[in-house]
T-cell receptor, first 115, second 115 residues
Framework: DQQVKQNSPSLSVQEGRISILNCDYT??????FLWYKKYPAEGPTFLIS?????DKNEDGRFTVFLNKSAKHLSLHIVPSQPGDSAVYFC??????????????FGKGTHLIIQP | EAQVTQNPRYLITVTGKKLTVTCSQN?????MSWYRQDPGLGLRQIYY???????DKGDVPEGYKVSRKEKRNFPLILESPSPNQTSLYFC??????????????FGPGTRLTVL
């Protein structure tokens, strides 16, 4: 059973517009959520995270929104830039610490920024 | 430079020939993990380690072994590789502990093909 779902395998957005990537989860014990970005031939890199005690976290052009009642989170990128073209993974954890055993990943969404 | 390194980056082998993929981190992180990435399946955890001599199974441990004899190294061992282990493998580390967010640092990946 997939506990973290990214239902859009790919998303195409025009440069300068907003990119919205969605993620749903089923495990109500998850209380920490992360987004990773992955370029081809590289490992994923951490982008932004949010704790379940918040509903929004912002870092520059990136904002993550969390709706706990809907078990849904989204990543907004404004404005979208060509360098944002990558695969984005949503991940969730039952702990804000605790380390290696806690992350469950979604399947990823391939974001393509069109010039 | 803080990093996670993996070797080799690319490997083609034959069924049944034992192989080891090395992983090393220079950040003094307590926690390390191995993941595999397959098309349409996202990242799935194979094994993790919370400290030296402490390892545990992730979601897909069958056919793999690990060891953690030193804090910085976490090799992945395939005793008898099979074609269904053809995949992209990532090693990751995280500081661990309840004050550290569960943000994992990934290596560049190892592309393994088992013929």
């Amino acid at each position: 059973d997939q506990q973290v779902k990214q239902n859009s395998p790919s998303l195409s957005v025009q440069e300068g517009r907003i990119s919205i990537l969605n993620c749903d989860y089923t495990n109500s014990m998850f209380d920490y959520f992360l987004w990773y970005k992955k370029y081809p031939a590289e490992g994923p890199t951490f982008l932004i995270s949010i704790s379940s005690i918040k509903d929004k976290n912002e870092d520059g052009r990136f904002t993550v929104f969390l709706n706990k009642s809907a078990k849904h989170l989204s990543l907004h990128i404004v404005p979208s830039q060509p360098g944002d073209s990558a695969v984005y993974f949503c991940a969730a954890s039952e702990y804000s610490g605790g380390g290696a055993d806690g992350l469950t990943f979604g399947k990823g969404t391939h974001l393509i920024i069109q010039p | 430079e803080a990093q996670v390194t993996q070797n080799p980056r690319y490997l083609i082998t034959v069924t049944g020939k034992k192989l080891t993929v090395t992983c090393s981190q220079n950040m003094n992180h307590e926690y390390m993990s191995w993941y595999r990435q397959d098309p349409g399946l996202g990242l799935r955890q194979i094994y993790y380690s919370m400290n030296v001599e402490v390892t545990d199974k992730g979601d897909v441990p069958e056919g793999y072994k690990v060891s953690r004899k030193e804090k910085r190294n976490f090799p992945l061992i395939l005793e008898s590789p099979s074609p269904n282990q053809t995949s992209l493998y990532f090693c990751a580390s995280t500081p661990g502990g309840w004050t550290s967010p569960n943000e994992q640092f990934f290596g560049p990946g190892t592309r393994l093909t088992v013929l």
